[in-house]
């Protein structure tokens, strides 16, 4: 068993493969491929890393995993389907993206 987390900001997306007690065994981006600037944001750069990341985990020996996701960037769903796609069974899928409840303000809005 594994976990996959899935962090998507608005600029990358970042996908890391660790055991079950927290312990980094690979990780993945869309920087990381060879994508630059606004191309790393997109939904295929996504799902590349996501193909990559899930071909590491069944070399290392993981079958079955869970996946957590964090953020609101686009490539979520484009690497949740990748890893449908590969042979790795998914047990769970969690969503740990934080919730501000009236927190801290946000920054100002631009104005061009």
């Given at each position: 068993k594994g976990i996959i987390h899935i962090q998507s900001t608005q600029n990358n997306t970042l996908l890391t493969l660790t055991d079950l007690?927290?312990?980094?065994?690979?990780?993945?981006s869309a920087g990381t491929l060879g994508f630059n600037n606004s191309r790393k944001s997109t939904s295929y750069a996504a799902q590349a890393a996501a193909e990559m990341l899930a071909t590491k985990a069944i070399n290392l020996g993981f079958h079955s995993i869970i996946i957590q996701i964090k953020g609101l960037?686009?490539?979520?769903?484009?690497?949740?389907?990748?890893?449908?796609?590969?042979?790795?069974?998914?047990?769970?899928?969690?969503?740990?993206?934080?919730?501000?409840?009236?927190g801290c303000r946000p920054p100002k809005k631009r104005r061009v």
């Open positions: 007690q927290g312990n980094v065994k690979f990780w993945s960037g686009y490539g979520k769903l484009t690497a949740i389907r990748a890893i449908y796609k590969s042979k790795l069974s998914v047990l769970k899928i969690q969503e740990c993206t934080p919730l501000a409840h009236n």
